[in-house]
Every structure is written in structure tokens, then in C-alpha cells.
């Protein structure tokens, strides 16, 4: 079984990343945003800045920088909800589950670092495995559409509402990190032995 965990993002990443998917076949599944390297730099540098409005980790399978998973768009006003987006640039971890264990466990760790309860995803309608991803992971249709003429569709994902204890949880973990300044590097969310399911990746979505 592998081994799957989120880790930090860091320039390496971002430069590793921003070489990996320049491949033609991921290309087609997904827009990049950054048309450049120093684009991709530039907004990795405002992702770590203070209140910003986007968090992203590194997916890693034993050990092995194998994609990205990100949120954008975080908005913590009334309902906090956030747009989710991810990628598996590693195309010999495509169809093993990598990408619907890494979402889970994205999910489960922008709600308890945020108390984002609501997030959206969009993905061209015919990339198959993007949609399973997100269904494997419990997200519902929504609509889909005709943006410059390619199909997309867009789900999205209700969590509950947090617990008062989660809600107290959070407001302390944000007096700490107040207190503390940075993160901690090393900090690292694992999922050990996750089952395997039938899905490749996404971003907008792979």
C-alpha cells in the first residue's frame, strides 16, 4: 500500500512543479494560470503572505513529490467556503487513488485550519477521472457549462458545520500561530495504507 501525505509547498516545489506540467497531455486537461516561472514564483510568494487568499501542500507518495493540491479564493466571511484545484504531474500514480486520498485529506485540513465548510471545484466535463475524484470524494454536480466554447462543470462539496469544540480548536490555533509567526515546516498530514481507488487527478482539474 502507499504511503500518501500533504507536506509544505517551497520555491523547489514550485520550480519542480512548474517544469512538470508543461506536459503536452496535462496541458490538455487543465489551464494554467502562470505563464511563466517567475509568475509561478510570484504567486507562490503571495500564497505564504500574511491573510492571503489561497493555501496549497505538496502531495507526496513514499516519499516522492508526486503533484499539488490547493484552495483559492478563501473566503472565512458567514458560510467560510474556498475553490479547491490539484494535479498529479506524476502520471505513473495516475488511476491508483492518489488524487481522491490526497483531496480527503486537503479537505479535512483546510476545515480544521480554517473552518472552511463549503468548496468548489471546477473541471472540464470530459475529464473523466477529475470528476470521479471529486463524486469519490462526495462533491455534487452543480451545473454544467459553455465557457470559450470547451464544456465545464462545476461541483461542489457541504461539510457540517463545526462543533463548538472545533470552533474554540480553531480561535486557539490562531491566537498560536499569531504568537509563533511562521508554520512549522516539517508539519505534514499522513495517510497511511489509504485504499485505493479507481481516479487520476485534477485541477481546474487533472
Not at 517551497?10 to 506540467?21: A, G, L, M, P, S
Not at 491508483?96 to 471546477?122: D, M, P, S
Not at 477529475?130 to 463524486?135: A, D, E, R, W
Not at 508539519?187 to 479507481?198: I, N, Q, T
Amino acid at each position: 500500500m502507499n504511503r500518501i501525505e500533504l507536506r509544505n509547498r517551497t520555491e523547489f516545489h514550485v520550480k519542480e512543479y512548474y517544469q512538470r506540467v508543461q506536459d503536452a497531455e496535462i496541458r490538455r486537461m487543465i489551464p494554467l494560470k502562470a505563464q511563466s516561472l517567475e509568475e509561478a514564483l510570484n504567486d507562490y510568494y503571495c500564497s505564504i503572505s500574511p491573510n492571503s487568499s489561497s493555501y496549497g501542500c505538496t502531495i507526496y507518495v513514499d516519499d516522492i513529490y508526486v503533484g499539488d493540491v490547493w484552495c483559492y479564493c478563501i473566503d472565512l466571511a458567514d458560510t467560510p467556503h474556498a475553490m479547491l484545484s490539484y494535479c498529479l504531474f506524476a502520471k505513473q500514480y495516475w488511476g491508483r487513488g492518489i488524487a481522491t486520498a490526497a483531496v480527503k485529506l486537503f479537505v479535512k485540513a483546510i476545515r480544521k485550519e480554517f473552518g472552511i465548510t463549503k468548496i468548489g471545484a471546477f473541471t472540464y466535463t470530459d475529464n473523466v477521472a477529475s470528476i470521479g475524484v471529486l463524486k469519490n470524494c462526495d462533491f455534487q454536480l452543480v451545473e454544467t457549462f459553455i465557457e470559450d466554447g470547451v464544456s465545464s462543470s462545476y461541483f461542489e462539496l457541504d461539510t457540517p458545520s463545526l462543533s463548538v469544540d472545533e470552533r474554540i480548536a480553531l480561535a486557539s490555533r490562531k491566537v498560536s500561530n499569531n504568537n509563533d509567526g511562521a508554520e512549522d515546516d516539517s508539519e505534514r498530514v499522513l495517510a497511511k495504507d489509504y485504499p485505493r481507488g479507481k481516479a487520476k487527478e485534477n485541477d481546474r482539474e487533472i
